[in-house]
T-cell receptor, first 110, second 116 residues
Framework: GQQVMQIPQYQHVQEGEDFTTYCNSS?????IQWYKQRPGGHPVFLIQ?????EVKKQKRLTFQFGEAKKNSSLHITATQTTDVGTYFC??????????FGTGTSLTVIP | GAVVSQHPSWVICKSGTSVKIECRSL??????MFWYRQFPKQSLMLMAT?????????EQGVEKDKFLINHASLTLSTLTVTSAHPEDSSFYIC????????????FGEGSWLTVV
């Protein structure tokens, strides 16, 4: 399967601070999806990016797809305790299998 | 919104027995479902792609005779862990693609399997 690396693996922030996780691939990606998994829960779809340089926003979350379509980022402005969880990027190949990145576990300290 | 139901949520079985996990798309038809395995604090690892009416496509390193997948209808895929061993204990989670909503993927709630 496709190798998609995510950094950092863990991130602890004070409530109100910003948070960013990065997803990197050595190959060009046709698309990138982002998911959030709360502790003990299942992944929940957040967004999909398909265009080079695409930027999408969902309230305090900003998603970006790199110009070369080899990397992506998720940025959260002014984190809240409800943002706690693991954020995964995922990508699909021509066979439509989805492969997940290694994930970034976010802890928000009140 | 679309819902994918997975059953059972928790299961404990003895070594050597087989366990079946069901994945149902409740309000949409899913020609393709995916089965993942997740170890604690790790990412989801794709095990196989379940195709309705045909054989599943297994990822490299996944034993197809160990993890039997049946996608008998457009709303149901099953994963059977055969002759389970303690090392098969894990969180198994399925997902299904809803073509109506631009191929959005919805995940089931997951199934915790403990083999004793």
């Amino acid at each position: 399967g496709q190798q998609v690396m995510q950094i950092p693996q863990y991130q602890h922030v004070q409530e109100g601070e910003d948070f960013t996780t990065y997803c990197n691939s050595s190959t060009t990606l046709s698309n990138i999806q982002w998911y959030k998994q709360r502790p003990g829960g299942h992944p929940v779809f957040l967004i999909q990016l398909v265009k080079s340089g695409e930027v999408k926003k969902q309230k305090r979350l900003t998603f970006q797809f790199g110009e070369a379509k080899k990397n992506s980022s998720l940025h959260i402005t002014a984190t809240q305790t409800t943002d706690v969880g693991t954020y995964f990027c995922a990508t699909s190949n021509t066979g439509n299998q989805f492969y997940f990145g290694t994930g970034t576990s976010l802890t928000v300290i009140p | 919104g679309a819902v994918v139901s997975q059953h059972p949520s928790w299961v404990i079985c003895k070594s050597g027995t087989s366990v079946k996990i069901e994945c149902r798309s409740l309000d949409f038809q899913a020609t393709t479902m995916f089965w993942y395995r997740q170890f604690p604090k790790q990412s989801l690892m794709l095990m196989a792609t379940s195709n309705e009416g045909s054989k599943a496509t297994y990822e490299q390193g996944v034993e197809k005779d160990k993890f039997l997948i049946n996608h008998a209808s457009l709303t149901l895929s099953t994963l059977t862990v055969t002759s389970a061993h303690p090392e098969d204990s894990s969180f198994y989670i399925c997902s299904a693609r809803d073509r109506r909503s631009g191929n959005t993927i919805y995940f089931g709630e997951g199934s915790w399997l403990t083999v004793v």
